[in-house]
């Protein structure tokens, strides 16, 4: 049972981080609307309703603040590494569960929004942000860790698994997440996410598969 003063020490510090995520919101909205370069420290700080001292104690600068936002990203893309591979199970339910996990991430707004800034960012000053999406690039390393597995098993062919997993995740990005974020396309229903996922898990599978 939690102690009585448990409230008064932990209070302080969720004010923080929600001042904090309020910063990392804003500044995710002033880098999509007006853009990394004409976004200032000061609009930032107006728009969470915090001082510009504050914003200045969470992130020393711009390029801080752009890092926390790729960090959130890639965290959200790390999630995807909790469903291990289960040795001797079939491979289409396994692999069906990772790409409904996968949809379930593009869809969310928070996600696509980090992405937004992301990518624009990579497009416009590429020498500030290509390490940064290059490690973004690294952290769908569930489903990769997934395939590494299942080659070892035997249950895939012999492949470069990161290059395996990067075909894999392409089938799903290009029906639910490059139409949504560069044309403005609406998001897949259930229905069509689950045609999507059995439709990329099978071609997958009709290519690498030894065993299902």
């Not at 853009?35 to 001082?51: H, K």
């Not at 992130?59 to 890639?74: H, N, R, T, V």
């Not at 289960?86 to 692999?95: D, I, S, V, Y």
């Not at 020498?127 to 395939?147: H, L, N, Q, S, Y």
């Amino acid at each position: 049972m939690p102690s009585p003063s448990a409230p008064k020490t932990t209070a302080p510090q969720r004010l923080t981080d929600r001042k904090r995520q309020a910063i990392v919101e804003s500044a995710i909205e002033a880098f999509r609307t007006q853009g990394f370069d004409a976004t200032s420290m000061d609009r930032i700080a107006a728009d969470a309703g915090v001082s510009k001292r504050t914003v200045y104690n969470h992130f020393p600068s711009k390029d801080a603040l752009f890092a926390e936002i790729l960090a959130q990203l890639w965290g959200k893309a790390a999630g995807l590494a909790e469903q291990a591979y289960a040795q001797g199970q079939p491979l289409r339910p396994q692999l069906l569960a990772l790409m409904q996990q996968k949809l379930r991430m593009l869809e969310d707004e928070h996600f696509v929004g980090l992405a937004r800034v992301a990518i624009a960012e990579a497009i416009h000053a590429p020498e500030r942000a290509r390490e940064m999406v290059a490690r973004m690039g690294d952290k769908d390393e569930g489903i990769t860790v997934w395939i590494r597995a299942a080659i070892a098993d035997g249950a895939l062919k012999k492949a470069d698994a990161q290059f395996a997993s990067h075909q894999l995740q392409s089938l799903i990005k290009g029906f639910a997440f490059w139409p949504q974020l560069t044309m403005g396309q609406s998001t897949l229903t259930r229905a069509q996410q689950q045609q999507v996922a059995e439709s990329a898990v099978d071609m997958f599978l009709a290519h690498y598969a030894t065993k299902c």
